[in-house]
Each structure stands twice: as C-alpha cells, then as structure tokens.
C-alpha cells in the first residue's frame, strides 16, 4: 500500500492522510484463521475436515473462505464438499466438487459471503474447480447464512465410494468490511 509519495520518514502527518490510511487498513482483507493440516476421509456420511475456532467476525463484515481438496482413483465416484459457519451448513447444488471418474483430482473452494443481514442471508458465491473432467460448479446455497458472530468455520466432506479418498489442507478465513 502506497500511503503517499509525498510523505516521507519524519514529515508531520495531518489527521484527513491518517484518516485515510485507517480506512484503507480498515478495508483490507484480514486473515482471520488458518488450518494448515491435511485431514482426509473415505466416508460416505459427511465428516468434519478442516476446522478454524476461536473466530469472532460480526455480521456487518464479509467473509471469504479458500480450502484445498484432493480425491483419489479408486472407484468411479464423486466427492463432496459442505461449508459450516458455527453450527449452520452451507450446503449447495449441485454439492458435488469433482467429477466421478476413476481419477485423481485436485482442486480450489472458494466462498464469498456478503454481509449477513436480513433479506440477504443467501448472498453468497461458492465456486469449486478440479482438474479431473474439467468440472467447475458455480455453487448455489440451499441454506441461510447464521445472523450471530462467526465463531468457527469448517470444511466438512463425504466420498460416493469408500475406495476413494477425500482430503483438504489450507483452510483460510478472511474477513472484509
């Protein structure tokens, strides 16, 4: 962030340029959390993978949620990602984030959620893309965002087949706003 080419080491900064540097801070992404452990699963039944406690982001901010996932070969299946703020899923359609053939995959969830207020409790743009059959989901919610403080978010998944292996590492939290 370029603050002003025209202040240099020891000039007197005016409180309108200090004022704007707070707000430019103010408005930048803040990282929030981060889980930086690969945790995988051969569940058919949903299972919790990734997880960020300890969080405290307020309904006014957005919130920008990045995860990495894998899926092995295996079987000819699919694998499922569901996104959890607090103890509310996020679930969305289609749900699945690879495709279903007997291949490794790799890919990126990206979720955008606006701010959480009345009427707009669906503002969200959830994206997944793998590199196994070109599968890219641009993914709708089917539930409401919680109004309450953020607290915790977490990557939960599940495998059509059991022979197949789902993981995701690098679960990031932003805040915005």
């Known amino acids: ?3 002003s080419a025209n202040v240099s080491a020891g000039d007197t900064v005016l409180a309108t340029q200090f004022n704007n540097l707070r707000t430019d801070v103010t408005n930048s992404f803040i990282l929030e959390g981060e889980d930086t452990t690969e945790r995988t699963t ?5 299972v919790e993978l990734s997880r960020i406690t300890g969080l405290s982001i307020v309904a006014a901010k957005s919130l920008l949620v990045i995860c990495s996932y ?3 070969s295996g079987a000819a299946d699919y694998a499922r990602l569901t996104i959890r703020l607090n103890s509310t899923d996020i679930r969305t ?3 699945s984030v690879t495709g279903n053939g007997d291949s490794n995959a790799q890919g990126l969830l990206v979720a955008w959620f606006g701010p959480r207020v009345t ?7 959830i994206t997944a ?3 196994d059959n070109a599968v890219e989901s641009a993914l709708l919610p089917n539930d409401d965002m919680p109004t309450a403080t953020i607290t915790a978010v977490s990557i939960r998944g599940s495998v059509g087949n059991a022979s197949i292996t ?4 690098e679960l990031k939290v932003y805040s915005h706003g």
């Open 1 to 3: 962030m370029v603050v």
């Open 42 to 46: 051969t569940s058919t039944s949903e």
């Open 70 to 72: 894998r899926k092995t």
């Open 93 to 95: 359609n289609p749900d």
């Open 119 to 125: 009427n707009y409790l669906r503002s969200v743009s």
């Open 129 to 131: 893309r793998s590199d």
């Open 166 to 169: 789902l993981g995701t590492d």
